[in-house]
């Protein structure tokens, strides 16, 4: 089988200070896919609510992000995080923390 | 707010599985003829999602000792083993179970379920780190929810993906428990297990495999994917069931871990609970004695598995990605492959039908899963009739024409 380790690759280019308005707009292209009509993806948007993605789906991206920003987020934090904005702020703690 | 207003969603979606006109999470199997036939819906149907990898259930010396157990110890124990104490045959499962992996330690569960929830919540707590597979069984993200640790999940098989998490731990104390599976029950897949072993070896995790739906089918003497990639001592904890290739109920756990036993009164789901019955202990004991005694099972197992897989892969169905005692065959949607499920019955064959939520990536699947008693004319005769189905959905191509005469 083929491993590919995207998250390695990532986080060796990615710099380590990266700005808040960065990793929401890398949120918010993650869940593009599943946008409902025209209503803009926003730092206020609640994720599970105002978007078609179910929670599997979410843990999903999660895990996409996690390799992108180089931080694990465990799966009881993730289930306290509603909008894109406290995904954000997650990520930059967890990052400010590493 | 009505109790079952947060379920609206889930409500709505198993009314859509129902539209068939039956459903398929309360078939009725009016009677179990063989472990490859029963009777539903009136007719005689062939069975093709059961678990049932080696066809022990109908084994008359497993049936014999189950019912020699009943009329020598009665139906049921009434209670826990630390309660009410452990019969002897408990004892000697948990025995022959430890020798059969070369284990020193083995603890007994009245369900598969009740051995991962309770071992896996237990073995890690506050301030340990448990790093599951993003695809794991319902039964270990239960676990999750039980225990103080903190849960990462990694990518689906994909060894790097725990790296990273690992990596990420950096010098953090706390224990690191990584669980895995042997085969994946939906779509039949093995762990990379070498390559996570070497992964947990760098960073000094513990390693926890789910045998589930690898006892029997895997390694030379059928002790699952940890003897069959070669890494059964690097194993630390060895969970597996009684439910499918043993043809019973019940769970267990080995380890070669000197303070094992201690779980025996931290472990609520082993507490808390009746001890498995004298007719399922004796029954999987000898089914047990089986799989040693008869490799040949798992010869005829694989050789079914690969009449099913090569031939509908052979007609352009999408399956999982590699042989396994499961075939998962991916379908386009929820509703085909519900229709699909439904048209399969209709033809008189029985197979489980997966839909999101309770599947990876939120695929829909048809799973198969394949018996060592299954006949290949049985597993031929399944192809047609799916191949057929398949070309009537569109799932499939229509066939080649050929031109008589043409050349």
């Given amino acids: 089988m083929i491993v590919e380790n995207d998250g390695i690759a990532d986080t060796i280019t990615l710099p380590r200070a990266i700005s808040r308005a960065a990793v929401v707009r890398d949120i918010c292209l993650h869940l593009g896919p599943y946008q409902v009509g025209d209503k803009p993806i926003t730092g206020k948007t609640v994720i599970a609510k105002d978007l078609t993605i179910d929670s599997l789906a979410i843990m999903d991206m999660v895990m996409e992000l996690e390799d992108r920003f180089d931080v694990s987020i465990p799966m009881s934090v993730i289930a306290e995080i509603h909008t894109v904005d406290q995904l954000a702020d997650t990520i930059q703690d967890l990052r400010a923390r590493g | ?407």
């Fill in chain 2, 1 to 407: 707010m009505g109790l079952f207003d947060r379920h609206a969603g889930l409500l709505e979606a198993y009314r859509d599985v129902r539209t068939t006109g039956l459903d398929p999470f309360q078939i009725r199997m009016e009677r179990v003829l063989s472990p490859t036939e029963a009777i539903i819906d009136g007719k005689k149907t062939l069975l093709v999602g059961t678990n049932n990898y080696f066809g022990l259930t109908f084994d008359p010396s497993c049936m014999e000792a189950a019912i020699e157990a009943i009329r020598n110890e009665g139906t049921g124990t009434t209670g826990s083993r630390i309660a009410n104490g452990s019969y002897s045959e408990h004892v000697a499962l948990e025995q022959e179970i430890a020798e059969f992996y070369g284990k020193k330690h083995c603890m007994v569960f009245t369900t598969g379920y009740q051995a991962n929830l309770g071992v896996i919540s237990t073995l890690v707590g506050q301030g340990d780190f448990l790093l599951i597979d993003a695809d794991s069984h319902a039964s270990i993200y239960d676990a999750c929810k039980m225990t103080q640790a903190e849960v990462v999940r990694f990518k689906h098989n994909d060894p790097s993906s725990l790296d990273a998490r690992l990596r990420r731990l950096g010098d953090k104390p706390g224990n690191r428990l990584v669980v895995l599976e042997g085969i994946y029950s939906m779509l039949g897949d093995s762990a990379p297990l070498k390559e996570f072993v070497e992964v947990c070896k760098k960073y000094g995790a513990y390693v926890l495999i789910d045998e589930a739906h690898s006892l029997g089918a895997l390694g030379a003497n059928g002790r699952g994917l940890c003897e069959e990639a070669g890494v059964l001592d690097d194993c630390h904890f060895i969970v597996g069931t009684f439910s499918k290739t043993l043809g019973a109920i019940g769970g267990y756990c080995v380890s070669d871990d000197p303070d094992f036993d201690i779980l025996r009164v931290t472990v609520r789901a082993y507490m808390f609970t009746a001890s498995p019955p004298p007719s399922i202990v004796a029954s999987v004991r000898q089914a047990l004695r089986i799989v040693k005694a008869k490799p040949e099972l798992r010869k005829q197992l694989w050789d079914n598995v690969a009449t099913l897989y090569d031939g509908l892969a052979s007609q352009g169905f999408k399956l999982g990605p590699e042989h396994g005692p499961v075939v998962g065959v991916h379908l386009p949607d929820r509703e085909t492959a519900i229709g699909f499920w439904r048209a399969m019955l209709d033809a008189g064959i029985y197979v489980n039908v997966a839909v999101p939520p309770a599947t990876p990536n939120g695929v829909s699947l048809l799973r198969c899963s394949l018996c060592a008693v299954h006949t290949s004319e049985q597993l031929e005769h399944m192809v047609e009739v799916m191949t057929g189905i398949g070309r009537q959905m569109g799932v499939l191509p229509p066939p080649k024409l050929r031109v008589a005469g043409g050349r």
